[in-house]
């Protein structure tokens, strides 16, 4: 097992009314930002409780935060911020409504220039932030639990992540009522990503952690057991309850305690997201089994394990064709093609990008521009 | 799954050479109490790299905590920590050590006339404590990441626990490589521990909490797996890494999330610590099996899914025989008669106090003082 220090301090509030938590963890003293994205919770009741819990706090809201948060919006919320004095940031709603919120946290408080820096140091120069308390509404990104943040330029059509301990919200409610009502494709995305974030930091080579090797594959099973019951019955309590609390553990970075992790199948997804608009769990589908073929034989041991315990085969090859089958069952898409992007087109984009920042990822840092410009050569 | 909330702000430092972290992670402005036990770590080296790395701070040592730790000796630390004006405490050894720094801690601001009513009240009545850090040097109690303490006071043959939120450690250092010289009873010992923790989380009745139960299913093969090389090659370091790294998560609380918990167990084991001085894990393994057979029909899914996923055996009997071959085979005997204890004393004794008090554990809240006296009876 590789050395490692851990540390998560975010309160989780789990389960069916825990919203009314909120009347006494967030503070009263000073004015609440409540900040949320196109609107759903005004129309499946979350809003409404939010602010029943919250009737005698002082309240500013900020709606509008859209999937992938782009700066251009966020440094919006960053002014009201300022003007009003506020102290607390609430963010009500998936992902991308919970990373705009710790990215606004920490640039309300930058001394820098401009803000965006946060992300090109991927938040190296974070010495500061607001708290944020969450109330999660779309199991998926693990944001509620973790000190990540993914923000969008439109400007340039750049995607790029921060990460720092002191954005970790202070508190999450998780209530997996609140996301009865979310569309299918909501729902696909929230597996695949959970299913990916966990594939980040355990489908590497062996490392002597076979309790973390467990752990994630617990995950795993959980995720394919109960994707299917969840996508049919949504207002079933306990397989989204399973969901919610997968899609958590799955990124709050305790999987990845000791062990080697991956995460190009990310780096080369954003850019797709950035160039292409596609959803990010869509470009994990795509990348994913890319990444698998492209280091087949560095991954092997891994892979036959994955297979052997959660699909029951036994060859590395039939464990990725498990993986591609789950997802298409699960209606999502594997390929370029899918969405009419020529592969070629794609992975030159894409290459020009890593090579101009010198990127390279992956366990062993060989995800470079080229590794990435084969990988989706090959996904058309 | 039921309603839950979560929180474990322990920053873990893990692996070898880690005690180094000390030199930042300890307050230097105000003198630090050094706690330690009878003095192993004295003779294996730990002392001296804990004093280096604190080279620059003002340390007061106080050593000879005892196994099962007596108000009687913390008393006499808290007047070492109230003389001396101190604000931090370094806990340096095994779960005996950690869960007198936490009680000292408690104690030490603790504006009540007798400090024991801490243990009498279970800690609600702890409403402030000083910031605790450990060094652990035995993977058994999960102490080093949690808020559970447990007290013995010699006057009365009373051992009782108290819980809060305020005394996790801040941080704790896990180098396993501090563990190598423990004596092969400390070893076992901290492996049963471990093992029933995770039991007392997870062997109750089914809770439509898929991943919790894969979470407990993989301390508890990872333990299976390690428990064997770990006693025969205690310098393999990968394997003292997952144990170590096992009996922290077996009782960080978080397996317990939101499933029915037990304790029988541990409660009546504490009281055959108290009567008749047995090690703690020396108690569990002689009750856990009688606990498991007195309330076989309550527990049978449960025990047929452990079986099943632990052992690959198919009924609850197999998982049980199982259970107590594997503490058999580490050393570890499971009937009271293994320590000339008359069972029928022990259980008279143990129901008279189950009495007095009013308890009653165990996931259905039935196991009091006939049915504790039942089970020990069986012990023989």
């Known amino acids: 097992m590789q050395n490692f220090s851990y540390k998560n301090p975010t309160e989780i509030l789990f389960g069916k009314g825990m919203i009314a938590e909120l009347a006494t963890r967030v503070p009263r ?4 930002l409540l900040l949320y994205g196109g609107g759903s919770i005004l129309r499946n009741g979350v809003h ?3 602010k029943a819990a919250l009737c005698q706090h002082r309240v500013i809201e900020f709606g509008g935060i859209e999937a992938n948060p782009l700066l251009e919006t966020c440094l919006q919320a960053v002014a009201v911020v300022k003007k009003a004095k506020i102290q607390f940031i609430l963010a009500v709603g998936g992902g991308s409504v919970l990373d705009a919120a710790k990215f606004i946290a920490a640039a309300a408080l930058f001394k820098g220039r401009d803000p965006w820096a946060i992300l090109e140091t991927h938040g190296a120069n974070v010495t500061a932030a607001l708290p944020v308390g969450t109330v999660l509404t779309l199991p998926a990104t693990g944001s509620e639990s973790n000190g990540n943040a993914v923000i969008s330029r439109a400007a340039t059509q750049e995607k790029l992540h921060f990460t720092s301990a002191l954005v ?4 999450s409610v998780l209530d997996p009522t609140t996301t009865y009502s979310l569309p299918k494709k909501f729902v696909r995305n929230g597996l695949v990503d959970a299913f990916v974030h966990t594939m ?5 080579f062996p490392a002597a952690a076979p309790l973390q090797d467990r752990f994630s594959e617990a995950v795993l099973q959980t995720l394919v057991e109960v994707a299917p019951v969840t996508l049919a019955k949504p207002r ?9 609390w997968s899609a958590t553990l799955a990124l709050n970075t305790q999987l990845g305690c000791g062990v080697p992790q991956d995460w190009a ?3 080369i997804g954003h850019e797709l997201t950035a160039f292409y608009g596609l959803d990010h769990a869509e470009t994990l589908a795509i990348v994913m089994p890319g990444v698998w073929k492209y280091k087949l034989e560095a991954k092997r041991a891994k892979l036959e394990q994955y297979g052997r315990r959660v699909w029951g085969v036994k060859t590395a090859a039939a464990a990725c064709a498990k993986t591609e089958q789950f997802f298409h069952a699960i209606g999502m898409p594997t390929r370029l093609g899918d969405y009419k992007i020529n592969a070629a087109e794609a992975a030159a984009k894409v290459a020009e990008r890593f090579a101009a920042r010198g990127d390279a990822f992956g366990e062993h840092g060989d995800i470079d521009a080229k590794a990435a410009a084969a990988i989706l050569r090959d996904r058309k």
């Not at 079933?236 to 919610?244: E, I, L, P």
């Open 200 to 204: 980040e930091q355990y489908l590497t």
């Open 48 to 50: 409404e409780q939010v």
């Open 29 to 32: 003293k000073t004015p609440v």
């Open 265 to 267: 199948t990310h780096m």
């Open 168 to 171: 970790f919200p202070v508190f």
């Open 236 to 244: 079933n309590y306990d397989a989204r309850a399973s969901f919610m």
